[in-house]
């Protein structure tokens, strides 16, 4: 049975595809060095349609009188105040482009005008090295290190050192545990149950907070946050597994990226935390098969994100026996693990 695998491991290699959602600029080259949150290239989104009915406005009779004052054609690039069609004579008229943008087409008198829409900006959400070019839509960024794939993002991107580790996997973060000397750094604790947490992290405020899980009653919250958020294990009350708890609390100093990504199955993308290391890992599988020894992590109860060995498999049940560091012994569907390498 082909096993979802999610890397949590000291060292790798990482190479991660950044791409615009449409066509546009390219801001860096092979070779530069960048870090999580510079601008790698950018494009505009969401375009707005006007129809100007240059026919109605002049109350053109015939279509040759259009012809004479139409001042545009399709694909002409507008400024805000250039002229669109102009009628002479002693009543006068000229009608102006009101916001910059293109002459997509003209039927019947009627200019349809494409805006240029909003700016869309992408972010490395690595540091490390641009591997390659993708002309137009984005790059390839490469670097090794520490990778920690996790379970949810708010969809916010930021980069700093921890300024805060708990004493435990499953320690609460409390609202008088947010201290002004946390400023503009990243806190990564256990468990989030309170929004005025979340709020006192805005007021100083931090870069990020790491948790192993959070209340999901706190996800909108959470969304509009202006700081990123990652959870390693899911909602509810689980702690930080034994892996990630390692990571993190020896790196101590180091600078941490957070991609707080939405995770999507079908491109694959999902949020990871990365430290870039000086030295060089071998990339990983991204597919494999359960068999016996592989470390596993429960995704549901009766002890969720729990980590352990996978001693025995009935592959025609799909039934695995696993290990807890504790020796206790749980029989466990193979759906409900997952596969850290």
């Not at 960048?34 to 009779?61: C, G, S």
């Not at 943008?101 to 900006?121: A, H, L």
């Not at 930080?240 to 999507?264: E, G, P």
Request: hydrophobic share 40%; net charge negative; proline share 6%.
């Amino acid at each position: 049975m082909t096993a979802p695998v999610t890397h949590i491991l000291p060292l790798t290699l990482i190479r991660r595809t950044r791409l615009l959602p449409a066509a546009g600029n390219v801001l860096v080259h092979s070779g530069q060095r960048v870090n999580a949150l510079d601008i790698v290239a950018e494009t505009f989104r969401f375009p707005d349609h006007q129809m100007i009915d240059v026919a109605k406005i002049f109350q053109a009779e015939q279509a040759n009188e259009l012809e004479e004052w139409l001042q545009v054609k399709p694909g002409d690039q507008l400024q805000v105040g250039d002229v669109i069609a102009q009628k002479k004579g002693l009543l006068r008229k000229v009608v102006r482009a009101q916001q910059a943008g293109k002459v997509v087409s003209i039927v019947n008198g009627q200019v349809w005008i494409e805006g240029t829409g909003k700016k869309f900006e992408l972010r490395a959400g690595y540091s490390g090295v641009v591997s390659e070019v993708i002309p137009e839509r984005g790059i390839v960024v490469t670097t090794h290190g520490a990778l920690i794939q996790a379970a949810w993002g708010n969809g916010k991107i930021e980069e700093s050192p921890i300024v805060y580790h708990p004493r435990s996997e499953d320690e609460e973060l409390l609202p008088d545990m947010i201290d002004i000397a946390f400023r503009g750094g990243i806190v990564f604790s256990g468990y989030c149950g309170s929004a005025e947490v979340l709020q006192q992290a805005a007021s100083l405020p931090l870069r990020g907070i790491i948790l192993g899980s959070m209340a999901a009653e706190l996800v909108p919250l959470a969304i509009s946050m202006p700081y990123a958020i990652i959870l390693t294990e899911g909602f509810g009350r689980i702690p930080v597994n034994h892996n990630v708890y390692t990571i993190l609390t020896s790196n101590t100093d180091r600078q941490i990226s957070m991609l707080a990504s939405c995770w999507d199955p079908s491109s694959g993308d999902r949020p990871e935390i990365t430290i870039s290391l000086p030295a060089e890992g071998k990339e990983p599988k991204e597919i494999t098969m359960f068999r016996t020894g592989q470390q596993v992590r429960f995704l549901g109860e009766p002890v969720a994100g729990e980590v352990g060995l996978l001693e025995n498999l009935d592959q025609e049940n799909r039934i695995g026996v696993v290990r807890l560091t504790s020796n206790q012994r749980i029989h466990v569907p193979l759906v409900n693990l997952d596969v850290l390498e």
